[in-house]
C-alpha cells in the first residue's frame, strides 16, 4: 500500500512540473509582450507628438492665401526633419521632402486644405523592435502618426460696423448725426483715400480728432444675426459680445477677393446671411441695418450700459477702473500700449515707420474685426443694402466724447456720451500668428490666426 501511495505522488510532482513549465512559458510570454508593447506605445506617443508639432508648425506659416501653401509644408517637413527620432531599423532616414508631398500617405504626407487654413501631416511608419518578444515569434512593429491644424480667429471679436476699401488708417467716429436726420447705412465722411489720418489732439476740442469735426460718423452698421432670436436689438448685442451667428455670419474670404455678393463665383443667385430661422448662411455677402440717425444709445450700451440704464455690464466696463464717465468704470487701455518704445500712434498708420502692433492688443476688449467693403457699392441714400466682405480692418475704442464734441475725462453729472472714436488700421499692423485667451472660431481669412490641434 505504501509503495502505491509513493508511486501515486511521484506521478503528482512530474505532473506539476508540467504545469509550472507551461504557466512560466506563458506568463514569459505574456511579459514580453506586454514590456515590449509598451515600448511601441510610448513611441507611438512620442511620434503623435511629433507630427502634432510638425502640423502646428507648418500651421503658423499659414494665412488663408495660396501663396502661403508650399511655406507651411516645409515648415512642418522641417520639423521633423530636425525633431523626428530614427525607428529601429539601421540607415533610417526620414523621407524626402518630395516624398511628403507626392499624395502617397503610405510614405508620409502633408497637405494643405479648407482655403489654405488647414495642414495635415501623415508621418512615415517607424518600426520598433521587439527584444523579449523575439522569443515568441513577434519580431517588430510599425506606429504611425496623424494630426492637423487649423487656422482660427477669436470668436468674440467681429464688431457690427462697416468701413470702405480705401479707408485710411487712423481715427475714426461712432456718433449720431448732428441733426438726427437719417443717413446712408455706410457714412461717406472719412472713406475715401484722399482722407489724412487722424491723431488725439490733430482737431476739435480737447483733442476729438474725427468726431470733433465730422457731421457724420465714419462707420456704418452692419446686420449681423445673433443665434438666439430673443437677443435683440442686435446691434448692441454684436457690440457687447461680438458676432456669434453659427454657421459664421461672416464667411472666410475666398482666394479671389469679389466686389460684390457671390454664390460659387457669379454673382448670379447670391444668398444674403439671414436673420430668420433656420439661419442661412451666405456665400461671403452681408447685409447693412438701416440707419435712422440715432445709433449711439445701442452704441452705449453695447459698451456701458448693456442691461439697463444705470447697470455697469458693457464691454469695455473694468471694475478696476479709476476712470468713471457716465457712472461706469471704464478700461482705461490705449492703443498706444501696444505699440514699439519710441513710437507714435501718428507715426505708425501714416506708414512714416515700419513696426509691429503687439498681438496682446488682441485680448484687449477695446480690440476687435470690422468688415470692409468695396467703396464702389456704397450707397447714396439711407436705408439698408448688401454688401461684399473684401477684407477686415482692427479696430480699437479710443476716447468717449459729450453731445458737444468735448472728450470725457472724469465722471460729470448730467454728461451723457454723444460720440466714440476708434482707431482703425490694416491687419498688415499685427504678427501673423497670436496667443488667444478666449474662445475661437472659423478663420475670417485675413489677419492674424490662432493655430489649434484639429485632429
Request: charged share 15%; aromatic share 8%; net charge negative.
Amino acid at each position: 500500500m505504501r509503495r502505491l501511495v509513493r508511486l501515486a505522488r511521484e506521478g503528482d510532482t512530474g505532473a506539476v512540473a508540467v504545469i509550472v513549465a507551461v504557466a512560466a512559458t506563458a506568463l514569459f510570454a505574456f511579459g514580453a509582450m506586454a514590456v515590449d508593447m509598451g515600448n511601441a506605445w510610448a513611441r507611438k506617443r512620442l511620434t503623435q507628438t511629433d507630427a502634432d508639432l510638425a502640423a502646428l508648425a507648418g500651421a503658423a506659416q499659414l494665412t488663408g492665401k495660396s501663396s502661403s501653401e508650399d511655406p507651411a509644408k516645409l515648415a512642418a517637413w522641417n520639423w521633423l526633419d530636425k525633431n523626428l527620432p530614427n525607428d529601429d531599423q539601421s540607415g533610417f532616414t526620414l523621407n524626402s521632402y518630395a516624398q511628403y508631398t507626392d499624395g502617397d500617405e503610405t510614405n508620409g504626407e502633408i497637405t494643405v486644405s479648407n482655403n489654405y487654413a488647414k495642414i495635415t501631416v501623415v508621418v512615415q511608419p517607424r518600426n520598433v523592435s521587439f527584444g523579449l518578444a523575439n522569443a515568441i515569434g513577434f519580431k517588430s512593429v510599425d506606429v504611425r502618426a496623424t494630426a492637423a491644424a487649423g487656422l482660427f480667429s477669436p470668436a468674440d471679436k467681429i464688431f457690427p460696423y462697416l468701413l470702405a476699401d480705401g479707408t485710411p488708417p487712423g481715427l475714426a467716429c461712432l456718433k449720431d448725426t448732428s441733426n438726427g436726420q437719417a443717413k446712408p447705412d455706410v457714412m461717406r465722411a472719412a472713406f475715401l483715400p484722399q482722407a489724412k489720418p487722424v491723431d488725439p489732439g490733430s482737431g476739435g476740442n480737447n483733442g476729438g480728432g474725427n468726431c470733433a469735426g465730422s457731421i457724420e460718423g465714419n462707420f456704418g452698421f452692419a446686420n449681423i444675426p445673433r443665434n438666439s432670436k430673443t437677443e435683440t436689438p442686435e446691434l448692441p448685442y454684436n457690440i457687447r459680445y461680438g458676432a456669434d451667428h453659427n454657421p459664421a455670419v461672416i464667411n472666410p474670404i475666398p482666394p479671389t477677393e469679389p466686389t460684390v455678393c457671390i454664390k460659387d463665383g457669379n454673382p448670379t443667385g447670391a444668398i444674403l446671411d439671414s436673420n430668420k430661422a433656420p439661419y442661412i448662411d451666405g456665400f461671403n455677402c452681408i447685409g447693412s441695418q438701416s440707419v435712422t440717425g440715432q445709433n449711439m444709445p445701442d452704441i452705449v450700451q453695447g459698451l456701458v450700459h448693456f442691461s439697463g440704464p444705470n447697470a455697469c455690464d458693457g464691454r469695455l466696463i473694468d471694475t478696476a477702473s479709476t476712470l468713471v464717465i457716465d457712472g461706469c468704470p471704464i478700461s482705461t487701455d490705449k492703443f498706444a500700449t501696444y505699440l514699439p518704445v519710441g513710437t507714435t500712434p501718428a507715426q505708425l498708420l501714416s506708414g512714416s515707420v515700419t513696426s509691429v502692433i503687439n498681438q496682446a492688443i488682441v485680448n484687449d476688449p477695446r480690440f476687435g474685426f470690422v468688415p470692409v467693403i468695396s467703396s464702389q457699392t456704397l450707397p447714396q441714400q439711407g436705408g439698408s443694402n448688401v454688401y461684399a466682405i473684401i477684407n477686415f480692418y482692427g479696430v480699437y475704442y479710443h476716447d468717449f466724447f459729450d453731445q458737444q464734441g468735448n472728450l470725457i475725462t472724469s465722471d460729470e453729472k448730467n454728461v451723457k456720451i454723444g460720440a466714440v472714436d476708434a482707431y482703425v488700421f490694416p491687419l498688415g499692423f499685427l504678427p501673423n500668428e497670436i496667443i488667444y485667451k478666449g474662445a475661437v472660431g472659423s478663420y475670417i481669412g485675413v489677419g492674424p490666426h490662432v493655430s489649434r490641434l484639429v485632429e
